[in-house]
């Protein structure tokens, strides 16, 4: 390597160091659910339960859990988080797409048009959506204030160097940008087994 090269490298690793770092969290497979959804699977007019506080303000985790199917396989007692939404959205790993039988299609939160449908079975009743099922696209929520400081802005892509004992770069993160988020970094546990995650975890941005 010429001595050129070796310059270069250590311009970006210094450039990417002065960047502040953010906080990296690992998502499982969870389910979001509307109001047709939580009448059909608890009751009608049934309350979800919380169990705890997500780091995103406004969100939590719930009591209740349900069984995602697909072609293959099902799993039981899957996560629902709260509160509810206006669709029904069902969130895995690549991993999980592959043991149920479903698609993985990688998307956004929220961006479910034309994803893969499943069965949700739940302690009242069950239901097929017709649509719904993703892998969440990695992202970094961010309030604005954040996003300035870091010199970036809604929807775009950036990499995120992670320093771990399995240190690697995740490219195409997303951020996203609102007053009603909290700064963190979110992948789910394919990705997070990838960069051998533990809480705390810290990652560097790279425009």
């Given amino acids: 390597m010429n001595n050129r090269v ?7 690793v210094e450039a ?4 502040p770092p953010v906080e ?7 389910v979001h659910l509307n109001r047709e959804a939580i009448d059909i699977l608890f009751g009608k007019g049934y309350a979800l339960t919380k169990q705890a506080d997500l780091s995103q303000p406004g969100q ?33 790993s690549n991993t999980d797409a592959i043991a149920l039988g479903i698609p993985a299609v990688v998307r956004l ?15 009242a009743g069950e239901m097929i959506i017709k649509q719904g099922v993703i892998v969440a696209m990695r992202h970094i929520h961010m309030v604005p204030k954040d996003a300035a400081r870091y010199g970036v802005r809604d929807g775009q892509s950036v990499s995120v160097y992670i320093w771990s004992n399995r ?4 490219n195409n993160v997303i951020i996203r ?30 425009l």
């Fill in 109 to 123: 939160s929220g961006d479910i048009s034309g994803s893969p449908s499943a069965r949700l079975i739940g302690p």
């Fill in 24 to 30: 990296v969290e690992a998502s499982g497979r969870h």
């Fill in 177 to 206: 940008v609102s007053p009603q988020f909290a700064t963190y970094m979110h992948i789910d546990y394919d990705e997070a087994n990838a960069c051998g995650f533990h809480k705390g975890m810290v990652g560097l941005i790279e």
């Fill in 60 to 92: 939590f985790s719930c009591v209740e859990r349900l069984c995602v199917k697909g072609p293959k396989s099902s799993f039981p007692n899957v996560i629902v988080l709260g509160p509810e939404r206006n669709e029904t959205q069902i969130e895995i």
């Fill in 167 to 170: 240190s690697t770069t995740f």
């Fill in 16 to 19: 990417i160091l002065k960047r």
């Fill in 6 to 12: 070796i310059e270069r490298v250590t311009e970006r």
